[in-house]
C-alpha cells in the first residue's frame, strides 16, 4: 500500500455539469476525509466517515455535494451542476482512530478542478 | 471569528535564522495538535504532532498552551528547505480536523 490515491489528479468541467472524484485511502485506516483548498487558505473540512459512517458534514457544504463511501473502503464525492466557485483543490485525507485518540491524517495528492 | 488562527506572513528570513510560528484555536474541547507543511501545489504532510509538555524533533519544537489556547513551531537554524507553508491542526475528540490558513516561510541565502 503506497498511500492515499485520487482520482483523477486533474479535472476541467463547464458549469452546470456533474463531477465525481474517488479516493482510495490507506487499507488499514477507518477514517476518511474529503476537504477543499483555494489559493492562500488552508484545507476548508467537507465531510468525514468512520467506515461507511458519514459523522459530520460541513454546514458550508450545499446539497450540491455528496459524499459516499459504502462498504467503508474507497470513496467519492459528487459535485452535482458545478459552478465557478467550485474550483478548488479537492483533498481526501485517511487516519485511524483508536480508543486513545487519532492518528494524524495522511493525505492524497488531490483533484484539482477548474470549472469554466 | 475562524477556529484555528495563524499569522499568515510572509516570514522572509535568512539561512540559519531562528523563526516562531503561532496558532491559536477557539474550541477548548480540543484533544490533539499538529503541525503540517504545505510546498507550492503539493499535499499536506505531517511535521509534528504537538505534546502537552512541548517536544522537539531536531531543528523544530513545538508547545502548546492549554489555558492559553494557542501552539507555537520553533525552526531553528533555517535552511533554503525549510521554505514552505506551516498549517496548525486542531482535532476535537470526535477526530475533526480543522486547519489553519497557513503561515508562509521563505529562507533566503
Known amino acids: 500500500d503506497t498511500g492515499v490515491s485520487q482520482n483523477p489528479r486533474h479535472k476541467i468541467t463547464k458549469r452546470g455539469q456533474n463531477v465525481t472524484f474517488r479516493c482510495d485511502p490507506i487499507?488499514?485506516?477507518?477514517?476518511l476525509y474529503w476537504y477543499r483548498q483555494t489559493l492562500g487558505q488552508g484545507p476548508e473540512f467537507l465531510t468525514y466517515?468512520?467506515?461507511?459512517?458519514?459523522?459530520?458534514k460541513s454546514r458550508l457544504l450545499s446539497d450540491r455535494f455528496s459524499a459516499e463511501r459504502p462498504k467503508g473502503s474507497f470513496s467519492t464525492l459528487e459535485i452535482q451542476r458545478t459552478e465557478q466557485g467550485d474550483s478548488a483543490m479537492y483533498l481526501c485525507?485517511?487516519?485511524?482512530?483508536?480508543?486513545?485518540?487519532?492518528?494524524?491524517?495522511?493525505f492524497g495528492n488531490g483533484t484539482r478542478l477548474t470549472v469554466t | 471569528r475562524k477556529e484555528v488562527e495563524q499569522d499568515p506572513g510572509p516570514f522572509n528570513v535568512p539561512e540559519g535564522a531562528t523563526v516562531a510560528f503561532n496558532c491559536t484555536y477557539s474550541?477548548?474541547?480540543?484533544?490533539?495538535f499538529f503541525w503540517y507543511r504545505q510546498d507550492c501545489r503539493k499535499e499536506p504532510k505531517l511535521l509534528m504532532s504537538?505534546?502537552?509538555s512541548g517536544n522537539e524533533d531536531g531543528r523544530f519544537t513545538a508547545q502548546l498552551n492549554r489555558a492559553s489556547q494557542y501552539i507555537s513551531l520553533l525552526i531553528r537554524d533555517s535552511k533554503l528547505s525549510d521554505s514552505a507553508t506551516y498549517l496548525c491542526?486542531?482535532?476535537?475528540?470526535?477526530?475533526?480536523?480543522?486547519f489553519g490558513d497557513g503561515t508562509t516561510l521563505t529562507v533566503k541565502p
Open positions: 485525507a485517511s487516519s485511524y482512530s483508536r480508543a486513545d485518540g487519532n492518528s494524524p491524517l495522511h
Open positions: 487499507s488499514e485506516h477507518n477514517r
Open positions: 466517515f468512520q467506515n461507511e459512517a458519514q459523522l459530520e
Open positions: 474550541n477548548s474541547a480540543s484533544q490533539s
Open positions: 504537538v505534546y502537552s
Open positions: 491542526v486542531v482535532n476535537t475528540n470526535a477526530g475533526k480536523s480543522t
